[in-house]
T-cell receptor, first 111, second 114 residues
């Protein structure tokens, strides 16, 4: 049973554009929502994370938007750059459960 | 500070064999988690160890096991390998146990079962 659904599977964005990746979860006990970035040949690395007490968190060009009532959260990458080309994973957990990951989105930023 | 190291990086085994993968966490990190990554299923949690004790276990058969040593290094073992065990096995370490603590991933061990 997939508890975190991520879309799209792949995304192509022009340099300078906005990349948007969406995730939906089912378990209302989830209270921690991180995003990970993975480059080929590397392990995932934490990019940004949000707790449900805020609706938005921004770090540089990366923003998480969180909608608790809809049980959805999304990652926005502003001014996307070729160096942002990677696979992005959303995840969710509560204090008692390990991270549950979405299936990933392969982002390609083209010049 | 050195990152998480995993050995070996690549491994080829045949069905029925067993395999042991090793993970050295970041110095000072006491929690080690293991994940299986496949194209179809994405990242799936295997287990978490903290202070040499398994704290959490994912939904995998008993063929998958692990342990943690007093220096926080961890190993995972897969017995009676099946073709479906072919995957990238990732180890992640964190200062403390639990999902709220940032996990730092190693580069993984690519296991191919023939």
């Amino acid at each position: 049973q997939q508890q975190v659904k991520q879309s799209p599977q792949s995304l192509i964005v022009q340099k300078g554009g906005i990349s948007i990746i969406n995730c939906a979860y089912e378990n209302t006990a989830f209270d921690y929502f991180p995003w990970y970035q993975q480059f080929p040949g590397k392990g995932p690395a934490l990019l940004i994370a949000i707790r449900p007490d805020v609706s938005e968190k921004k770090e540089g060009r990366f923003t998480i938007s969180f909608n608790k009532s809809a049980k959805q959260f999304s990652l926005h990458i502003m001014d996307s750059q070729p160096g942002d080309s990677a696979t992005y994973f959303c995840a969710a957990s509560s204090g008692n459960t390990p991270l549950v990951f979405g299936k990933g989105t392969r982002l390609s930023v083209i010049a | 500070k050195a990152g998480v190291t995993q050995t070996p990086r690549y491994l080829i085994k045949t069905r029925g064999q067993q395999v042991t993968l090793s993970c050295s966490p970041i110095s000072g990190h006491r929690s080690v988690s293991w994940y299986q990554q496949t194209p179809g299923q994405g990242l799936q949690f295997l287990f978490e160890y903290f202070s040499e004790t398994q704290r959490n276990k994912g939904n995998f058969p008993g063929r998958f096991s692990g342990r943690q040593f007093s220096n926080s290094r961890s190993e995972m073992n897969v017995s009676t390998l099946e073709l479906g065990d072919s995957a990238l096995y990732l180890c992640a370490s964190s200062l403390q146990q639990g999902p709220y603590n940032e996990q730092f991933f190693g580069p993984g061990t690519r296991l191919t079962v023939l």
